[in-house]
């Protein structure tokens, strides 16, 4: 009996070292910031019309995106549901890479599709401009769209067929399916994208600080980027800093609250039974799907031509090999030490959850994403400063890029592997207990379980991994280079040819990931 | 003998108290409308309900202090019985401190009908298939007190027969202390020695 407490207890003291290093992380960095200064935040700023008018539209930008998103992305789950359409599966992979397609490629193919030389520009009219508050919200849509429609999609998966089969009963008209059926089983997953696509959008940088510009046109995150670039104004920063982090915290713990994620599910629904839908609707989801096709391929087949337009001949290949190298090194170091941390952290929430302590659970699930609320570059900033001191961060800043990298994708692997481990424990805990299943036993009882999630997981962060330029942007050196900062420099001095080709290799490499992952997931 | 003593457990804002004990071997019938708290009773037997007053005895040693994983008890839940993702057989496997009785196994699944079954997974299984593959399991572990709660419910009258008929022979075979959750006065009559009626 002491033998398995104290198995119990380790497990525990694991998981809650995993959250405090990651706190310690964001509150060395909040340190840094203050230390180097010796000044707090400078809270006049507040008052500020400079501030205000970034507050401002940070919020609408963030809400427009989320709005957009989802109500396009709604639809495009519905056809799917409903249409027994082609394709369905290499579509659903589409969206995956769509949502972590580097920042800088879908840029670059954005730029090619609808900037000033645009091919699709001429059709816009004179007026058009993809700088600003347009290009700022196609970018966020693009990138958060497909996976919404993968969220809803599984929402909509999750309703049994004995509801449907009620309905046909019950003669329900289309209203009535859409309003006592469909509605309730999106109603959770609505509310929580909700909050996590404003979250992200909310905390943009890279795509804002490409696509926008000026008072008018940036983010907190990026306002902190310039505080700390062109001024190093820390207590401007620090202002910001803070601002974003109590709101876009606020809100995430609002969701969380309010949100209810379906890991009730269970396994044991089958699903062999939708209702037919009529022709006309049939036609209008076929249509919804051959749009949403066209969008999300439209960027990334623009690159192409971008190709053609110098000549790549004097351009050497193996000027791509060790940035590639690089990226792919480290995207596999961070994101495998980023899902083992994810996993240990959610050892004491599902326990507190297990033992009914919801607001303990509430906590720890907000510290062990705070990550992705928390401003990247105050993190990065911060820890930079903190540590100059005591290492040679131009030849090892390598390692706080890995740290970095990996505190930031911690929260996607918590939020993904979080819904099917507690759906793991709902449904299976006290038949565990009550079969007094070994600790080996219980990993080789809860390990098939877990691993399609565990493969998507993964797959998931060492893509987001892989694309990652917000960190690197300020410690990248020229003894290592990665794809992304290599993108960004080549963009930078309009190398369009060059940055179209390493934009292409990147992508390549994630789609591969997602096909290979996507296979293995499907074989588990 | 297992004794329940004074015991008392709050749910929704009810008290609910039982009193009872159980010879060893034998089969007990428990019976009562619905909510009047039969299931709550084998949770709190199986360490997953924490009662507010009162005791359990094994053998006269309380039960209190142990967690569900050290009572020696096998329950049979009345869903949920069987891991989705594995198959029949490891399903079976499972639940024996060493190496499961290979051949009690194969001679259960024989008798109730489910031995072609074993390589299958469970979601492709009826709801009656599934619930006879769990009271093998439930039975055949090595715990001296079973708890089922709505064992038969889902199974056709000439599987109810099957079942029961196997379920007391192995019981007594093994001198199980058994108690049984049922709203059925057939299982009663083919099963229990003794019956009480709760509420």
Not at chain 1, 74 to 92: E, K, N
Not at chain 2, 10 to 19: A, F, I, K, P, V
Not at chain 2, 110 to 138: N, Y
């Amino acid at each position: 009996m002491i033998l398995s407490r104290l198995k119990h207890h380790s497990d525990t003291v694991a998981g809650l070292t995993s959250l405090a290093a990651m706190v310690l992380i964001s509150v060395a960095a909040f340190y840094g910031l203050i230390g180097f200064s010796g000044q707090g935040a400078d809270w006049q700023l507040l008052s500020d019309n400079y501030y205000q008018s970034i507050l401002l539209f940070s919020i609408k930008q963030a809400a427009l995106s989320m709005l957009l998103a989802l109500l396009l992305a709604w639809p495009v789950a519905r056809a799917l549901y409903y249409g027994r359409l082609p394709f369905q599966h290499s579509f659903l992979s589409l969206c995956i890479l769509c949502f972590v397609m580097p920042t800088l490629v879908l840029i670059t193919g954005l730029v090619a599709l609808l900037g000033r030389d645009g091919l699709l520009t001429p059709l816009l009219g004179e007026s058009w401009n993809l700088y600003g508050l347009n290009g700022i919200l196609i970018a966020h849509i693009y990138l958060n769209l497909p996976f919404a429609v993968r969220v809803l999609l599984q929402a909509l998966h999750n309703i049994p067929d004995l509801s449907w089969k009620l309905a046909v009963q019950l003669k329900f008209s289309p209203w009535q399916r859409l309003r006592l059926i469909e509605l309730p089983a999106l109603r959770g997953a609505f509310l929580q994208l909700s909050g996590f696509i404003f979250v992200l959008c909310f905390n943009s940088f890279a795509v804002v600080l490409a696509l926008g510009g000026g008072p008018r046109a940036t983010t907190l995150e990026v306002a902190i980027y310039q505080a700390l670039k062109y001024d190093f104004n820390i207590p401007e920063a620090l202002t910001l800093a803070w601002s974003q982090l109590l709101i876009a915290g606020a809100l995430f713990l609002l969701i969380a609250r309010a949100g209810r994620s379906n890991w009730l599910a269970v396994d044991t629904l089958s699903h062999q039974f939708t209702p037919q839908p009529g022709l006309f609707s049939q036609w209008g989801h076929r249509a919804v799907y051959l749009l949403s096709w066209l969008g999300m391929l439209l960027p990334m087949l623009a690159l192409i031509p971008g190709l053609y337009q110098s000549d790549l001949s004097r351009f050497s290949l193996s000027a791509l090999v060790q940035p590639t190298l690089t990226s792919l090194v480290l995207a596999l170091v961070s994101a495998s030490t980023a899902i083992t941390l994810a996993w240990l952290m959610l050892i004491p929430i599902r326990q507190a959850r297990l033992q009914q302590h919801n607001r303990r659970a509430m906590v720890l699930e907000w510290l062990s994403t705070h990550s992705l609320v928390a401003p990247a570059m105050v993190i990065s900033v911060g820890l930079y400063i903190l540590l100059l001191p005591h290492f040679d961060l131009d030849h090892h800043g390598i390692w706080l890029v890995l740290l970095l990298n990996c505190a930031l994708v911690v929260p996607y692997a918590v939020q993904q592997l979080r819904p099917r481990l507690l759906q793991y424990d709902a449904q299976y805990q006290h038949l565990s207990q009550n079969l007094k299943l070994s600790r080996r036993q219980r990993w080789w009882v809860e390990w098939p379980f877990i691993k399609p999630t565990f493969i998507s997981t993964f797959a998931l962060i060492l893509l987001l991994a892989l694309g990652d330029v917000a960190i690197i942007s300020i410690f990248g050196s020229d003894d290592w280079t990665t794809l992304p900062l290599l993108i960004y420099s080549y963009a930078g001095s309009y190398r369009i040819a060059e940055a179209s080709l390493a934009s292409l290799l990147l992508l390549l490499i994630c789609a591969l990931i997602v096909w290979a992952f996507e296979r293995a997931r499907h074989h588990a | 003998m297992l004794e329940v003593d004074h015991l008392a457990i709050e749910r929704d804002g009810t008290l609910l108290q039982y009193q009872l004990s159980v010879a060893t071997g034998e089969i007990l019938a428990i019976q009562g409308r619905s909510g009047v708290g039969k299931s709550t009773l084998l949770s709190a037997l199986a360490g997953f309900v924490a009662p507010c007053q009162g005791d359990m005895r094994w053998q006269g040693q309380s039960l209190l202090g142990l967690p569900a994983e050290q009572r020696p008890v096998s329950m049979l839940f009345q869903d949920h019985n069987l891991f989705e993702h594995l198959s029949v057989r490891e399903n079976l496997q499972l639940g024996f401190s060493g190496k499961a009785p290979a051949e009690a196994l194969n001679a259960a699944s024989v008798a109730l009908q489910v031995s072609d079954l074993l390589d299958k997974k469970p979601p492709t299984l009826s709801g009656g298939q599934r619930q006879r593959i769990a009271i093998i399991r439930t039975l055949l572990r090595p715990e001296p007190i079973v708890l089922l709660d709505e064992p038969f419910a889902e199974l056709d009258p000439s599987t109810r027969q099957l079942a029961t008929s196997w379920t007391l022979h192995s019981a007594r075979a093994q001198q199980k202390t058994v108690l049984l959750v049922t709203h059925q006065q057939e299982d009663v009559t083919r099963l229990a020695d003794r019956a009480i009626e709760l509420g």
